[in-house]
């Protein structure tokens, strides 16, 4: 089981980059990064998932090194609307479901 | 149209209970999965069902069972309901079981007193 550590919170200001970095040493070759994103009474909703190097979506980038032991999560000009719990998710090899950590709570400020 | 539906919301009720949360999903998908959130946020995976087979069954008590009339839906029953199953519980699906893009229900909050 691939655990994953990331920050417990992070704070911001509007309109600027945020990264939330996780690790995940004991990753699997081939399990998969995912990060999911919950906004509080709401259920995680998928953000973006990647295997290495770089990933882009319209909502988000994720940086994944050679070595794939971190991610970061790179969340452009963030807005008030993006204040939220961010999970680093690493697939569990042969049962291609999601374990969730606890999370990073980001707020974003005026 | 909501994707995956839960219901209900909110479930408020006394400790020995037996309770049901249903969950439906209209996506098509195969795969259905059952996640308890607790009071520190963390969500863990209980169950997982791929066309109406269990394939994932964590460590949950066995007062916990699961339904799957159909791929569709996946119903969560629990018996003699404790304190400590105070939680909000997430339905999700994806598209089979090997795709772990996972759409989320909006989750049921379950108060036992």
């Known amino acids: 089981l691939a655990k994953t550590t990331q920050p417990i919170s992070m704070d911001s200001y509007e309109g600027q980059e945020v990264n939330i970095t996780c690790s995940h040493n004991?990753?699997?070759?081939?399990?998969?990064i995912t990060w999911c994103q919950q906004f509080p009474s709401q259920g995680p909703r998928f953000i973006i998932q990647?295997?290495?190097t770089k990933v882009t979506n319209e909502v988000a980038s994720l940086f994944i090194p050679a070595d794939r032991k971190s991610s970061t999560l790179s969340l452009p000009r963030v807005s008030l609307s993006d204040t939220a719990v961010y999970y680093c998710?690493?697939?569990?090899?042969?049962?291609?479901?999601?374990?969730f950590g606890k999370g990073t709570m980001l707020l974003v400020s005026p | 149209d909501t994707a995956v539906s839960q219901t209900p919301k909110y479930l408020v009720t006394q400790m020995g209970n037996d309770k049901s949360i249903k969950c439906e999903q209209n996506?098509?998908?195969?795969?259905m999965y059952w996640y308890k959130q607790d009071s520190k946020k963390f969500l863990k995976i209980m169950f997982s069902?791929?066309?109406?087979?269990?394939?994932i069954n964590e460590t949950v008590p066995n007062r916990f069972s699961p339904k799957s009339p159909d791929k569709a839906h996946l119903n969560l029953h629990i018996n003699s309901l404790e304190l400590g199953d105070s939680a909000v519980y997430f339905c999700?699906?994806?598209?089979?079981?090997?795709?772990?893009?996972?759409?989320f229900g909006q989750g049921t909050r379950l108060t036992v007193v």
């Open positions: 004991n990753i699997a070759t081939n399990d998969y």
């Open positions: 998710l690493v697939e569990d090899s042969g049962y291609s479901t999601l374990t």
């Open positions: 996506l098509g998908h195969d795969t």
């Open positions: 069902y791929n066309n109406k087979e269990l394939i």
């Open positions: 999700a699906s994806s598209l089979d079981r090997l795709n772990t893009e996972a759409f």
């Open positions: 990647g295997y290495k």
